[in-house]
C-alpha cells in the first residue's frame, strides 16, 4: 500500500484543486449566485481576539519559524505501520467522567522501535458527544505541554485527537480498525481529508489502581497540519449550510457518506465536519468541508450504531441521501468519477494487513451493492432517481 502523500502528489493535487476553485469563484462572481447575498467570504475578517485571521495565521507560522530547531520531526502521518503508544495518566479519575470538561495530567511515550522513543507531558480532555456518554474509554484531546513536529514542511503539532476502543474486548478492536480504514477510503478521492495513523495503544494508570490495558487507537492529522498541508485555514462559524460548500466537494462527501453507509454528519453546526477555505481572501467565499469520526457508519457495522427514530431508515447498513439537490447531470457525473476509483478503494481494503479475511469479504460484500449500482444503466437510473428524491432543497 502506498505509504503517506507525496510532496509531489500534495503539489499536484494542491495546484489542481484550487485552479478549480478559482474558475468556480469567477463563475460565482459572473452570476447572481445565492452565495452573494448568504455570505460575503467564509472567513470572518476578524476573530474573537481581535486579530484578522489571515494575519494570525502569518504570525503563527512566523512564530514557529523563530522557535529553535525541534530536536527530531516526526512521520506520524506519512507511514502507515502499526505505531505503539502509552499513555501514564490517572486511568480510574479519568473514566469516571465526573466532569464534562475535567482535564488529567499525563505521559505520552510514542515507541518508534526497541530503542528509539519520544516522551511528551500532555493534558487529556474529552471530546465528542455520543462516544463521551455510550463508550467507557471516550475519545480524547490531547495538549502536548512541548509541540511535536510534523515533517519539516508541515508545521508543529500541538493538539491531537485520540480515538479509542469504546469498550475493551476483540470485537471493539475491530471496530477501531475499520474506523481507520475509512479515512484511508477517503484519502483515496481526495487530499483535502484527514490523515489517519493506526495504533497500538497502551493505558497505564500512574496511580497503580488498575492493571495496564492494551488496545486500538487512531490518532488524527490536526486541523492545524491540513492548514498548513494546503494552505488553507479553518473556519469556525457553525451558520453555514451546504449551499456555502465548494459543490464539487460538498456532492463528492454526500455521495462518499452514501456509499459507506454514513448518516451521522452535517454541515449545519459542523457535526463531525470540519469547514476550510483558502488563505487567499479571493478565494474564501467557499468552503471545503472535512469528514471525521466514522464510527456510525456501515462499513465499520458496530452493533451500537442504532439510528435514531425518524431518520427513515432502520439499521446502520440502510444507505441514506443527505446532500444537496443537484442536476441528473451533476449526479452522474459525481458516480462516474466514484465508478472509476472502485479499484484503487478495493486496493485498500483487501491489501489491508489488520483485518481478517472474513472482515474484508464483508466490508466488500456491503460496498458492492453500492458498485453494482453503476454497473448498468438501468441500475444507475433508479439510483439518480433516489437521489432526486431525498436530496436537500437548501436555500
Excluded at 258 to 268: A, G, L, Q, R
Aim: a neutral charge.
Amino acid at each position: 500500500m502506498k505509504t503517506g502523500i507525496n510532496s509531489k502528489r500534495n503539489n499536484a493535487g494542491h495546484n489542481l484543486y484550487f485552479s478549480l476553485v478559482l474558475l468556480f469563484v469567477f463563475s460565482v462572481l459572473q452570476s447572481n449566485g445565492q452565495n452573494d447575498t448568504t455570505v460575503k467570504s467564509l472567513v470572518s475578517p476578524v476573530d474573537s481576539t481581535g486579530q484578522n485571521q489571515k494575519d494570525r495565521i502569518d504570525t503563527n507560522r512566523t512564530e514557529v519559524q523563530d522557535q529553535k530547531p525541534p530536536e527530531r520531526y516526526l512521520s506520524l502521518f506519512e507511514e502507515e505501520d502499526l505505531l505503539k503508544v502509552s499513555l501514564r495518566f490517572d486511568v480510574v479519575k479519568f473514566l469516571k467522567k465526573a466532569e464534562r470538561d475535567q482535564s488529567v495530567e499525563g505521559i505520552m511515550t510514542l515507541h518508534f522501535s526497541e530503542t528509539d522513543e519520544l516522551e511528551r507531558k500532555v493534558t487529556l480532555k474529552y471530546r465528542g458527544q455520543s462516544r463521551f456518554e455510550r463508550c467507557k474509554y471516550p475519545p480524547t484531546r490531547i495538549t502536548f505541554k512541548k509541540p511535536l513536529y510534523e515533517v519539516s514542511d508541515s508545521g508543529r503539532i500541538k493538539n491531537i485527537k485520540l480515538v479509542n476502543q469504546c469498550q475493551q474486548g476483540s470485537l471493539y478492536g475491530n471496530y477501531v480498525i475499520r474506523e481507520y480504514l475509512v479515512y484511508k477510503l477517503y484519502n483515496v478521492l481526495t487530499d483535502t481529508s484527514f490523515r489517519a495513523r493506526l495504533i497500538s495503544l497502551d493505558l497505564i494508570d500512574s496511580e497503580n489502581k488498575r492493571k495496564t490495558v492494551t488496545q486500538y487507537g487512531i490518532l488524527l492529522e490536526p486541523e492545524r497540519l491540513l492548514e498548513e498541508r494546503l494552505n488553507m485555514v479553518e473556519v469556525k462559524t457553525k451558520t453555514l449550510s451546504q449551499t456555502h460548500m465548494f459543490p464539487a466537494m460538498i456532492d463528492r462527501l454526500a455521495i462518499f457518506n452514501y456509499m459507506v453507509s454514513n448518516w451521522d454528519w452535517s454541515v449545519p453546526g459542523q457535526h463531525n465536519i470540519s469547514v476550510f477555505t483558502s488563505v487567499n481572501p479571493e478565494l474564501s467565499r467557499l468552503g471545503i468541508p472535512v469528514p471525521f469520526d466514522f464510527d456510525l457508519t456501515g462499513v465499520v457495522n458496530a452493533e451500537y450504531a442504532i439510528p435514531p427514530p425518524g431518520l427513515g431508515i432502520e439499521t446502520n447498513r440502510d444507505r441514506m441521501f443527505s446532500g444537496i439537490c443537484r442536476t441528473r447531470e451533476v449526479y452522474q457525473g459525481e458516480l462516474m468519477a466514484l465508478r472509476e476509483k472502485k479499484e484503487e478503494l478495493y486496493s485498500v481494503i483487501t491489501e489491508f494487513p489488520y483485518l481478517s479475511k472474513a472482515d474484508k469479504r464483508d466490508i466488500i460484500t456491503f460496498m458492492d451493492k453500492f458498485f453494482d449500482q453503476l454497473e448498468k444503466p438501468r441500475n444507475l437510473d433508479s439510483l439518480i432517481d433516489y437521489l432526486l428524491e431525498n436530496c436537500k432543497e437548501l436555500r
